[in-house]
């Protein structure tokens, strides 16, 4: 089992940086891919990126794509999300997200078992 537990997140004006946190626990996280999806009021849950055991791999969704960055530090369990140049349209509840990394599966929410509770962003303008 991996509890997995989200900070930083928080209310900010348009053009600033937040850096979102994902501490894990539970078991050693060196054998799962990590992702960080998003929810909207309204909207679908949707896959923001994603970063594969080692940290080799990155996958980013198109609207995110080289705006954010994930990294992750497996000596300490934790996964990160930084987020450049925000806009209103990143406002959302941002989820960290764990699967064990059999194959390369990255964005489909279905593929992932273990879920944070969420941490709030909101971006105003």
């Known amino acids: 089992q991996v509890q997995l537990v989200e900070s930083g997140g928080g209310s900010v004006q348009a053009g600033d940086s937040l850096r979102l946190s994902c501490a894990a626990s539970g078991t050693a996280i060196n054998s799962y891919a990590m992702a960080w999806f998003r929810q909207a009021p309204g909207k679908e849950r949707e896959f923001v990126a994603a970063?594969?055991?080692?940290?080799?791999?990155?996958f980013y969704s198109d609207s995110v794509q080289g705006r954010f960055t994930i990294f992750r530090n497996n000596a300490k369990n934790m996964v990160y999300l930084q987020m450049n140049s925000l806009t209103p349209e990143d406002t959302a509840v941002y989820y960290c997200?764990?699967?064990?990394?059999?194959?390369?599966?990255?964005?489909?929410?279905?593929?992932?078992?273990?879920w944070g509770q969420g941490t709030q962003v909101a971006v105003s303008s």
């Open positions: 997200a764990a699967r064990l990394d059999r194959d390369p599966e990255h964005s489909d929410p279905r593929r992932f078992d273990y």
């Open positions: 970063i594969n055991w080692s940290g080799a791999n990155l």
